[in-house]
Nanobody
Framework: QVQLVESGGGLVQAGGSLRLSCVVA???????MGWYRQTSGNQRELVAN???????TYADSVKGRFTVSRDNAKSTMWLQMNSLKPEDAGVYYC?????????????????WGQGTQVIVSS
């Protein structure tokens, strides 16, 4: 199973900033990648995504405050979150369309990370 390792969550006051990271395990490549947020009792919702070429999309609620970026050479995606609001809180999951070419063959599949908690105090 491919690992997407997330980091950077934590507790922050409203108005503060956090930066989340998502690293794709060595030997695998990612096409589109994205960040999703899930709160208790709700489905995961898209926060932002980015193609391998760098095209980005954002949820309306985070436009102008969040920035998604990636470095394909480092197999890493980031989510810079500024001007955080209490409603931004939740578990943030990294998601990626993974491609593998090697032994024993070629594969492509979708993968989720383990999630990282973001808490925003008012």
């Amino acid at each position: 199973q491919v690992q997407l390792v997330e980091s950077g969550g934590g507790l922050v006051q409203a108005g503060g900033s956090l930066r989340l990271s998502c690293v794709v395990a060595s030997g695998f490549s990612a096409y589109a990648m994205g960040w999703y947020r899930q709160t208790s009792g709700n489905q995961r919702e898209l926060v932002a995504n980015i193609t391998s070429g760098g095209t980005t999309t954002y949820a309306d609620s985070v436009k102008g405050r969040f920035t998604v970026s990636r470095d394909n050479a480092k197999s890493t995606m980031w989510l810079q979150m500024n001007s955080l609001k209490p409603e931004d809180a939740g578990v943030y999951y990294c998601n990626a369309d993974i491609y593998y070419s090697g032994f024993p063959g070629v594969a492509d599949f979708n993968q989720w990370g383990q999630g990282t908690q973001v808490i925003v105090s008012s």
